[in-house]
């Protein structure tokens, strides 16, 4: 059974940081790409990054670019997101979610972490 | 990046019903378009992929359709248990972005 757990949210001051993390089992996780999907409360869904098996590529959504930093450990089966100069609005549901499709830059999302809850308030 | 805008926004049902909801894309995406379900406190689950594939396990209730820029969810007879939010997702280019959620309620 795939399972995605994550961890490392809480309360921020605004300009602080936090690492979030997703440990992955019950699939060869070196073999798909992952993503950060995010939802503010009362809000949609938000997809905040992407990165694929061999860490070759990355992606972000351009309110993140340059404050996050998506990365994995495919000896671990963990997936990361570093979050620098966290802003209000970062204030979210963060959700690991695993692309469907092994190999494809874009895909949907076959598999959802219960998501942790990231602060960002003063 | 692709716009997706879902309608309506809200809709109220009654257990029997058959709903459908749209989604249109900015620009045309193919076939690479996904429907979630997402009930309160909990993460989304994904229902169907390319357009009109059925997600493993999801009750063949649920059913989609389209290409280009305009999508359908259809579910034929609606459940108790599909009283929930339903976002679409495009997959085509650039980035995945999301609708901003269809609230199915109880009439």
């Known amino acids: 059974e795939v399972q995605l757990v994550e961890s490392g949210g809480g309360l921020v001051k605004p300009g602080g940081s936090l690492r979030l993390s997703c440990a992955a089992s019950g699939f060869t996780f070196s073999s798909y790409s992952m993503n950060w999907v995010r939802q503010a409360p009362g809000k949609g869904l938000e997809w905040v990054s992407s990165i694929n098996s061999s860490s070759s590529y990355m992606n972000y959504v351009d309110s993140v670019k340059g404050r996050f930093t998506i990365s994995r450990d495919n000896a671990k089966n963990s997936l990361y997101l570093q979050m620098d100069s966290l802003r209000a609005e970062d204030t979210a549901l963060y959700y690991c979610a695993r692309s469907a499709e092994a190999g494809a830059s874009l895909s949907h999302f076959d598999h959802w972490g219960q998501g942790t809850l990231v602060t960002v308030s003063s | 990046d692709i716009q997706m805008t879902q309608s309506p926004s809200t809709l109220s049902a009654s257990v029997g019903d058959r709903v459908t909801i749209t989604c249109r894309a900015s620009?045309?995406?193919?076939?690479?378009l996904a429907w979630y379900q997402q009930k309160p406190g909990k993460a989304p689950n994904l229902l169907i992929y390319k357009a009109s594939t059925l997600e493993s396990g999801v009750p063949s209730r649920f059913s989609g359709s389209g290409s280009g820029t305009e999508f359908t969810l259809t579910i034929s007879s609606l459940q108790p248990d599909d009283f929930a939010t339903y976002y679409c997702q495009q997959y085509n280019a650039y980035f995945p972005t999301f609708g901003q959620g269809t609230k199915v309620e109880i009439k």
């Open positions: 620009q045309r995406i193919s076939s690479w």
